[in-house]
């Protein structure tokens, strides 16, 4: 019998900054007011052009290796979540395990929009539990939404920003630690209501499709703004029931990192206090799948994970798909 534990974090974030005014100036109204008030957005962060997807990925990457003390040849498999991937084939990961020098690992990327990394961590920690030839995983949740944002659309163009957050998940006999309990959950009625609609087999890119922006980002129907929270909330008392523990006893709450509103909310439905929750979105804007392990790395780095501490991880994404999971640090 073995687990599965966060052996170590790594994040990166390009060094553009776009801030707030910048969108002032570019759709000629005030939305600096609404993104700080309704989101806690006051800046986030763009890749130039000679960056992508993979150069995030690779840079929080060598980071969580460094962090780990561990080498690229020493990580089994590779799995990154990401739904602005480096190309549509083949895989990104195959890009990273190349230029990371992990000759040793395997590869895939995952696809659950926004709810990706937390549900790539469930894999891996399937993975690592199942199959004694799987000791490091490196998990990467990678966003580069900034490729795809039509820059005359609000809705998106304010929101949206560029990061990548790593995990390196190894093996341990210390069953009383890591990976403890999980849950995905999916409203696919909600498939068509935000997304990238362009590009695939459905809908190939062609001219007409430029020219109608169904390659880029696009908001169709407005979701309710109920459902994060009551889905979360749902979420997170079935995880905590599993383990015979209450929501006040978990020491840090990851959430998506888009709408603070909707954190506050879903904690306090908890009954369990807003410092609780460790954001960043106020400097790193919405990095989609890239957010909660971005959120998870700032938080390590500042010292308020210790050991033992119970920590949920709580995604969700267009689909809309839903990951949760509970781990000990």
Not at 48 to 68: D, G, M, P, V
Not at 154 to 164: I, S, Y
Not at 267 to 289: C, Q, W
Not at 304 to 317: C, Q, R, T, W, Y
């Amino acid at each position: 019998m073995r687990n599965a534990y966060i052996k170590s974090t790594g994040s990166f974030a390009p060094e553009r900054i776009i801030p707030n005014q910048y969108f002032n100036e570019l759709l000629g109204e005030d939305v600096n007011t609404w993104l700080v008030e309704n989101l806690n957005i006051r800046e986030r962060r763009w890749c130039s052009e000679n960056e992508s997807t993979s150069t995030l990925c690779i840079e929080a990457a060598n980071r969580a290796l460094a962090n780990a003390n561990i080498k690229a040849e020493e990580i089994d498999l590779i799995i990154i979540s990401t739904d602005t991937p480096e190309y549509i084939s083949p895989s990104t990961a195959s890009v990273v395990q190349y230029k990371i020098g992990a000759k040793n690992a395997g590869t895939f990327d995952i696809n659950t929009a926004c709810a990706g990394f937390v549900t790539a961590l469930d894999v891996a920690s399937k993975y690592i539990r199942s199959d004694e030839r799987y000791n490091n995983i490196l998990v990467i949740g990678a966003y580069a939404m900034s490729k795809y944002l039509d820059m005359t659309d609000k809705k998106t163009v304010t929101l949206f920003a560029d990061g990548a957050g790593a995990v390196i998940l190894s093996a341990t006999e210390n069953l009383n630690r890591g990976f403890l309990v999980s849950e995905l959950y999916t409203e696919g009625q909600y498939h068509d209501w935000m997304g990238i609609y362009a590009g695939g087999t459905h809908q190939p890119i062609t001219q007409d499709v430029i020219l109608d922006k169904d390659h880029l980002l696009k908001f169709i129907i407005k979701f309710p703004k109920e459902i994060n929270p009551l889905t979360w909330t749902r979420l997170i008392n079935n995880l905590t029931q599993r383990i015979k523990v209450t929501p006040w006893q978990i020491n840090r709450y990851f959430f998506t990192q888009l709408n603070i509103n909707s954190i506050n909310e879903t904690l306090d439905n908890l009954k369990v206090p807003h410092d609780r929750a460790h954001t960043i979105m106020e400097y790193f804007g919405y990095t989609g799948s890239a957010c909660i392990p971005m959120a998870l790395d700032d938080a390590n780095k500042k010292g308020k994970l210790n050991e033992g501490d119970l920590i949920v991880f709580m995604g969700s994404g267009g689909g809309l798909a839903f990951a949760s999971a509970i781990f000990k640090w």
